[in-house]
């Protein structure tokens, strides 16, 4: 399951966050009034020192979330006795070994967001493919892993396919002009979140299909001894068939994104190389059935350098 995460300045904030059905508070500075208005949801203390962890850990503050960049050797007995995340920055430059040095801290999480609130957002700073990287590392290492940093509706179903632990959101969830939080985006962002992972068959009333088309992209892919390290073009067409949504219905919640699937396509073609055609299009069909609007997938994957034609896969693949 991944959490609904939002960062909240206030206790009235609070009490809006939690109605409207978060799952965790993000805050900095004294938390009592928050955890008293989180109405059992846990709170996360954004700290910068050991004395003002001690302070928010005393107010009641779940989680600790500290900057990864900080000496988080400090922070191993608070770690101890109550959970730890540490901090990266996408926009600032990262320690290769941060995630290790959160593991010997006796941390239990990792926190993947920006430092500047009014800068780009996490998706135009990072690829997919390295924030796929990131949570899997992150996994492998026992660490639960958030990401955040001004991501917008269209970024969650891009992001949930790769099963982060939470989602984290504020600057998205705010009114336009007025600065705080809005009741109508909380509430639309709740329900882009699942409360569990989609698993199943699907027993829609109908579907649709949602496709991509002609896509082509330089891999390297092949058995051939020739093939390696050598880069030649792959086309892609992959349709996914979705849950019919309402009729007339508006309502971004009930449509299946492209870019899940584009997303995945660039996320494994690129990265590294790839003896067989299978299992490249067997990753991007297992990711696009990762949404909860899909039932079945269709992926072609064909190499065009080979001869004068194409030669490649054909797949289908169904939830279960």
């Known amino acids: 399951m991944t959490d609904f995460l939002v960062s909240v300045a206030n206790a009235g904030e609070a009490r809006m966050a939690r109605a409207a059905g ?10 009592a009034d928050i955890v008293a208005a989180a109405a059992g949801a ?14 928010r850990r005393a107010e009641g ?41 959160m593991v010997a801290a006796g ?14 957002r996490l998706l135009a700073l990072m690829d997919i493919g390295r924030i796929a990287t990131f949570v899997e590392r992150a996994h492998a290492l026992g660490l639960s892993c958030g990401l955040a940093g001004r991501l917008q509706a269209p970024d969650i179903p891009r992001l949930m396919v790769l099963r982060p632990d939470s989602l984290g959101f504020r600057s998205a969830l705010c009114a336009e002009g007025a600065g705080g939080l809005d ?3 909380l509430a639309l962002f709740r329900s882009l979140i699942p409360r569990e992972r989609a698993g199943g068959a699907l027993h829609a009333a109908g579907t649709d299909r949602v496709f991509v088309r002609d896509f082509v992209i330089e891999a390297e892919i092949g058995a051939y001894a020739h093939e390696r390290n050598a880069r030649q073009r792959v086309r892609f067409d992959v349709e996914a068939e979705v ?12 449509v299946f994104s492209y870019d899940v699937i584009t997303d995945a396509i660039r996320r494994f073609a690129t990265s590294g190389h790839i003896t067989l055609v299978e299992t490249l ?40």
């Open 22 to 31: 978060a799952d965790l508070l993000a805050h900095r500075g004294p938390a």
């Open 42 to 55: 846990r709170v996360l203390a954004r700290v910068d020192s050991v004395a003002d962890a001690r302070a």
């Open 61 to 101: 503050a779940a989680l600790l979330a500290v900057p990864a960049d900080a000496d988080l050797s400090g922070f191993a007995d608070l770690a101890r006795q109550a959970p730890c995340w540490g901090v990266l920055y996408a926009d600032r430059a990262s320690d290769p070994a941060a995630l290790d040095r």
């Open 107 to 120: 941390f239990s999480g990792a926190l993947l967001d920006t430092a500047q609130k009014q800068g780009a």
């Open 183 to 185: 009741a109508h985006a």
């Open 243 to 254: 849950r019919r949504r309402p009729r007339g219905d508006d309502d971004f919640q009930n």
């Open 281 to 320: 299009a067997e990753r991007i069909a297992e990711t696009t059935l990762r949404d909860r609007h899909v039932v079945r997938v269709r992926v072609r994957v064909e190499k065009l350098d080979v001869i004068d034609g194409a030669v490649g896969v054909e797949i289908v693949r169904e939830r279960n």
